[in-house]
T-cell receptor, first 114, second 114 residues
Framework: NAGVMQNPRHLVRRRGQEARLRCSPM?????VYWYRQLPEEGLKFMVY????????ESGMPKERFSAEFPKEGPSILRIQQVVRGDSAAYFC????????????FGDGTRLSIL | DQQVKQNSPSLSVQEGRISILNCDYT??????FLWYKKYPAEGPTFLIS?????DKNEDGRFTVFLNKSAKHLSLHIVPSQPGDSAVYFC?????????????FGKGTKLSVKP
């Protein structure tokens, strides 16, 4: 999984706080995808971004969740006013071209809500 | 309604024997399939993929078979090694992957015993 860097690896938040998860894609990759994995489940697609554009956010909850991939810097997944149900592992993947090339994943951020 | 199903949560195999992991899907529009391997506390690692225009793809000890009429694919690992012990995820996509969104199964935990 070297190449796609996610931080922090672990994040603890209290209910109502904000969580910011960061993802730096592999060098040369300009497409980023975010997935969420609940315990005993597979990964669920959330959002697909290119630099400065959201391509597909069909898997993203309509409220409290947002994502960006600015021209400079990492992609950010932001969760406002976190609730217990947001506790999960959040994985970022990147690819050099649109679609599956395949997608290369980071090691994830494990979010725990107290 | 799961579109990608891995009906065996776990599989135990003796070292040196063949491991066969199965995956079924419901959406006949899926045309690109991938297998990922995941160790605890790490992100998924790409193993092998297959396009719907093929029925077999081989890479070293790993072979993926696709049966479109049955909407079924399988991953064969031979010979199995203790280092293969991990959770294996099957994933599918549409339009050759150009939509970016991967749909994952819930995974099968493979244990290879020495």
């Amino acid at each position: 999984n070297a190449g796609v860097m996610q931080n922090p690896r672990h994040l603890v938040r209290r209910r109502g706080q904000e969580a910011r998860l960061r993802c730096s894609p592999m060098k040369g990759h300009s497409h980023v995808y975010w997935y969420r994995q609940l315990p005993e489940e597979g990964l669920k697609f959330m959002v697909y971004l290119q630099k400065e554009n959201i391509i597909d956010e069909s898997g993203m909850p309509k409220e409290r969740f947002s994502a960006e991939f600015p021209k400079e810097g990492p992609s950010i997944l932001r969760i406002q006013q976190v609730v217990r149900g947001d506790s999960a592992a959040y994985f970022c993947a990147s690819s050099p071209l649109g679609g599956v090339q395949p997608q290369h994943f980071g090691d994830g951020t494990r979010l725990s809500i107290l | 309604d799961q579109q990608v199903k891995q009906n065996s949560p776990s599989l135990s195999v003796q070292e040196g024997r063949i491991s066969i992991l199965n995956c079924d899907y419901t959406n006949s529009m899926f045309d690109y399939f991938l297998w990922y391997k995941k160790y605890p506390a790490e992100g998924p690692t790409f193993l092998i993929s297959i396009s719907s225009i093929k029925d077999k793809n081989e890479d070293g000890r790993f072979t993926v078979f696709l049966n479109k009429s049955a909407k079924h694919l399988s991953l064969h690992i031979v010979p199995s090694q203790p280092g293969d012990s991990a959770v294996y995820f099957c994933a599918a996509s549409l339009d050759g992957g150009s939509q970016g969104n991967l749909i994952f199964g819930k995974g099968t935990k493979l244990s290879v015993k020495p």
